[in-house]
Structures are given as structure tokens and as C-alpha cells.
């Protein structure tokens, strides 16, 4: 079955969500590992919303945080993308790079393949300029990521979106601009 992918890496495609990626993707959101630097884990209810969100924000956009596909089997393994935000900080108003991957495919460098191809649809295709990633303090692993594909950190800020959370609140954002990711590819 052909896919209809709006670009692909070495190993992975990524698209736009629709209402039959639900329950594949609530399974994710609702495994407590995955969602270890997050407030709650989602119900199926808040992924619907979730992917509703995304939907329209590709509409207004023309991206989002992709649903992600592993090319040889079309499994969905989760999300690799980009998103507008606007909450308060001195980094933002901002696009953001983003992933969220099933446990089972962690390890095989996913993440990282599919930031630096969403990067450079970011640069290439968009023309954006900056892009920023947002993690909490102690997601090390999200950092590593942010550090393979260029990132430089910029700084550290509490999350207005994450004060009823105090464990999650205190943040760090890294950045790439279009002129030092041109240097590096």
C-alpha cells in the first residue's frame, strides 16, 4: 500500500494524523515510560483532541508534529515534528521540533533521524529561520537528541503552561538557526 507521505528519511515517512492513527497512538500516550517527563499520561479522550489539535495546525501551518511511520511496515511509532508555539518565554513566539516515540523502537536512532530531516523541511521547504526544543530538565535523553542534530542550549525558564506541575516546571530550551544548521549539513 502506497503512502501518501509529505517526506520521508532513510527509514521513516511522516504525514498528517487522521482519526484511524486513535487508538495506535493512545497506546502511546498512555504508557506510563513514554510519558515519564509529562505531567499525566493521556487518555484515548485527550489523544483525540490531541491529534484534532495537530490536524488543524497543519491546516494553518502546513506542518505539525507528524505522525511517523516506519517505512518497511508502515508501523506508526509515534510523532517527529514541528509546532507553533506561543506561551510566554523570552524564546518564544517559536516553532518547536518535537518527538514522542513508542518504547518498543527506542535505541535505533529514530529521533534523531527523523529531527534532522524534519530540520531540514524546517530550513529547505518552510523557510524558517529558527527552531527551538523545549525539554524538561531532566529528560537527558531528549537533550542528547537536541545536541546530534546541532542544537545549542540557550537557556533554562520556568514553563508557564507547567506551574501546576512544579516537578515539570523548570525547563530548558535549545535553538538552531537556519545559517549554522546550513553549516553543518
Given at each position: 500500500m502506497k503512502k501518501?507521505?509529505?517526506?520521508?528519511?532513510?527509514?521513516?515517512g511522516f504525514r498528517n494524523w487522521n482519526k484511524n492513527d486513535?487508538?495506535?497512538f493512545a497506546e502511546?500516550?498512555?504508557d506510563l515510560e513514554v510519558m515519564e517527563y509529562f505531567p499525566n499520561p493521556l487518555t484515548t479522550s485527550e489523544t483525540s483532541e490531541f491529534i484534532d489539535r495537530l490536524q488543524k495546525?497543519?491546516?494553518?501551518?502546513?506542518?505539525?508534529?507528524?505522525?511517523?511511520?516506519?517505512l518497511e511496515t508502515g508501523e506508526l511509532i509515534g510523532f517527529i515534528g514541528l509546532a507553533?508555539?506561543?506561551?510566554?518565554?523570552?524564546?518564544?513566539?517559536?516553532t518547536d521540533i518535537g518527538w514522542r516515540l513508542k518504547k518498543s523502537v527506542w535505541g535505533n536512532g529514530y529521533a534523531t533521524e527523523g529531527a534532522k530531516k524534519c530540520l531540514e523541511f524546517a530550513?529547505?521547504?518552510?523557510?524558517?529561520?529558527?527552531i527551538i526544543s523545549v525539554f524538561t530538565e531532566k529528560n537527558i535523553k531528549?537533550?542528547?537528541?537536541?545536541?546530534?542534530?546541532?542544537?545549542?542550549?540557550?537557556g533554562t525558564f520556568k514553563h508557564p503552561k507547567l506551574k501546576k506541575h512544579?516537578?515539570?516546571?523548570?525547563?530548558?530550551?535549545?535553538?538552531?538557526?537556519?545559517?549554522?544548521?546550513?553549516?553543518?549539513?
Amino acid at each position: 500500500m502506497k503512502k501518501d507521505y509529505i517526506f520521508k528519511s532513510e527509514r521513516l515517512g511522516f504525514r498528517n494524523w487522521n482519526k484511524n492513527d486513535l487508538n495506535e497512538f493512545a497506546e502511546i500516550n498512555a504508557d506510563l515510560e513514554v510519558m515519564e517527563y509529562f505531567p499525566n499520561p493521556l487518555t484515548t479522550s485527550e489523544t483525540s483532541e490531541f491529534i484534532d489539535r495537530l490536524q488543524k495546525h497543519y491546516d494553518n501551518k502546513g506542518y505539525n508534529y507528524f505522525a511517523t511511520e516506519l517505512l518497511e511496515t508502515g508501523e506508526l511509532i509515534g510523532f517527529i515534528g514541528l509546532a507553533y508555539q506561543e506561551y510566554q518565554t523570552k524564546f518564544t513566539p517559536a516553532t518547536d521540533i518535537g518527538w514522542r516515540l513508542k518504547k518498543s523502537v527506542w535505541g535505533n536512532g529514530y529521533a534523531t533521524e527523523g529531527a534532522k530531516k524534519c530540520l531540514e523541511f524546517a530550513f529547505n521547504t518552510l523557510n524558517l529561520e529558527k527552531i527551538i526544543s523545549v525539554f524538561t530538565e531532566k529528560n537527558i535523553k531528549s537533550e542528547q537528541v537536541m545536541k546530534k542534530i546541532g542544537m545549542k542550549k540557550i537557556g533554562t525558564f520556568k514553563h508557564p503552561k507547567l506551574k501546576k506541575h512544579p516537578k515539570f516546571e523548570t525547563c530548558i530550551c535549545y535553538e538552531i538557526h537556519r545559517t549554522d544548521w546550513q553549516k553543518i549539513t
